[in-house]
């Protein structure tokens, strides 16, 4: 039975709604299950088509650090006042910036901008380059729509809980159940390093810290059917982001050749 349909007349129990978004992850998110994904893995790319996709997937992370400082806005505009809640999306957004400048940090490491960029150069992009795209919003067009999409939903998202939906519980956890299928397919088949691909390692790691809150905050607080049905509605939208993104990317992988 589909989640829609168990919510069609009661809210699910908390916990229980948390385990059915996560097995959802499992079974449709792009990372896990998008063919150009699996042939990464497979290592199947060439590196023309590795960086098509390195340069669009930047389009995404590129806005993390604003995506994340608007989850703590959200958090308090909800009405969630707890300190200890709202110290978690800054420690997020600690981890955005890089660790490393700041003193106490659980690990000493650059931020993901940082360790992003890095991977780009060592596959031939330089990082001016994709600072660039950044700043002038020159991406394929999926990726553009994409990038509305994820600002959309960190800027006008009704509550924390839809937006910590969309990314935390949607994205941040596909992060935590592939980071090792990246690391392990940079390093066997496309000559990289732990250095070169750190930004895969470490956001394995930090995605599931990441995750971890959203899925928390969903189980104290979305215990209505109205909050656990807007709630679904949000996560499946962060699903669109991922497959948009990596749709438009092998569409023009093919039309290259």
Known sequence: MSIDSMLAERPLATKQFCQLLMEEVKNRHARLHHPFLLALYDGKLNMDELRVWTKEVWGIFALNVAINTAKLVRCQLSGIQDPGIQKKFVDVIMSEVGYEMFAGSPRQVAGHRALFLRFGEKIGIASEELERCDRENDFLPTTV?????????????????EQVAATNCCNEYSNQLT??????????????????????AEHGVADTEHSNIGYELLERFATTREIQVKVLRAFRKGFGIWWAVTDGVARECKRMG
């Not at 980071?179 to 895969?200: P, Q, S």
């Open 179 to 200: 980071g090792k299928r990246f690391v392990d397919a940079f390093k066997r088949h496309y000559g990289l390093n732990d250095y070169d691909i750190e930004m895969f």
């Open 145 to 161: 729509l994409a990038r509305t999409g994820w600002l959309d939903i960190a800027l006008r998202s009704d509550s924390i809980l």
